[in-house]
């Protein structure tokens, strides 16, 4: 049996500052675990700035010359390049890395982990001391997934993922203000992250293409998916950019082996830890990305048979990519290290 850790832990939050790091400071305040050293890591030229961790305000450090000697965790809600240089020399240092960039959530050694999806994850990533969570889209589609293929063998997984200017960082969500605020005057600035205008309009890209056309989140999400739920589960995927600040929502189209109804599918869901269903066929009936601001549950919506495959079916899901998909996600990580006992010894 593991062991159950003794003492509080010691912890530092690289890229504290992003929107992503600040809900990892505000899950791991409200949830737990106990802390006895928190750091608060950024880039240098923001050295300084204060955060909140509950009652406490913390200082940001610049994340460059960092010391992670003495820590037991260090949370990295930074990008995938600041990820692929801290992991290495945080680990090397002995502590644990829990990464919320793509960087590592593919390799092996690293385990991905989603919170009630997969407990069997982290037996094969002791050696590298780096786990990684799944994006958003991928988290919440496992989440839904997950009690389904217990009904029925799941075959394929064809996924729309709409997702919030939030998931491009402060300088998303800032632009999509700025080009809203300005739309009223007719005087709508230039785009300066997105490829569009990404106000009152959909972007079909996230991220750069690679050479069989599909964008990045695109590709990492039937890996993650085969990684976390099934290795010979077919997906896809498209994702568009949409002029939404925080809420990622998603429309799987699902084919089984075998007949799943939709009663039984809604009762699975019902049940399931992580999801709530919200579906009543009636106007309104039905969660959209601003009902779900702040919720730590992906709501399963428009339920429904899916006539294009012989046993299928279809949903609309939506769940909040900062608070679900990074905070929580990331305090019921380090509650799974802890049960693990790899802070111990």
């Known amino acids: 049996m593991a062991k159950t850790v003794k003492r509080a832990l010691r912890v530092a939050v690289a890229g504290a500052n992003t929107a992503a790091g600040r809900e990892v400071l505000r899950a791991l305040a409200e949830r737990g675990p106990p802390v006895s050293d928190i750091r608060a890591l950024g880039p240098a030229r923001l050295a300084g700035q204060e955060l909140s961790f509950g009652e406490r305000t913390l200082r940001l450090s610049g994340v460059e010359g960092a010391d992670f000697s003495g820590l037991d965790l260090v949370i990295q809600a930074g990008g995938a390049a600041e990820a692929r240089a801290l992991a290495p020399r945080a680990a090397a240092a002995g502590a644990w890395v829990l990464d919320l960039s793509p960087a590592f959530r593919l390799e092996p050694g690293v385990a991905l982990l989603a919170p009630g999806v997969n407990p069997q994850a982290l037996k094969r990533a002791r050696k590298r001391r780096i786990a990684a969570l799944p994006q958003p889209s991928a988290l919440f589609a496992a989440l839904v997934l997950r009690p389904l293929m217990a009904l029925a063998p799941l075959e394929r997984v064809v996924a729309l993922s709409l997702q919030p200017a939030s998931g491009a960082g402060k300088e998303g969500m800032d632009e999509l203000f700025s080009q809203t605020r300005a ?18 309009n959909l972007i079909p890209q996230t991220g750069g293409f690679d050479a069989e056309g ?36 998603l429309v799987l189209h699902l084919a089984f082996a075998a007949p799943v109804t939709v009663a039984a599918a809604r009762a699975a869901l019902a049940a399931a830890p992580g999801v ?18 702040g919720e730590e549950v992906v709501t399963v919506s428009r339920l429904r048979r899916d006539p294009g495959a012989e046993h299928g079916l279809a949903l609309w899901a939506v769940g909040d990519n900062l608070r679900l998909g990074a905070g929580v996600a990331a305090a019921e990580a380090v509650a799974r290290l802890m049960g693990e006992g790899v802070f111990e010894g």
């Open 276 to 293: 709530a269903l919200f579906d009543r066929r009636e106007e309104g009936g039905y969660a959209t990305p601003l009902d779900v601001a």
């Open 214 to 249: 599909e964008t990045a989140e695109e590709a990492l999400f039937p890996r993650e998916l085969r990684k976390m739920l099934d290795p010979d589960l077919r997906a896809g995927c498209t994702a568009l950019r949409a002029p939404v600040f925080v809420g990622e929502a």
């Open 183 to 200: 739309s009223f005057v007719n005087d709508i600035p230039a785009p300066q992250h997105f490829p569009k205008p990404i106000a009152f």
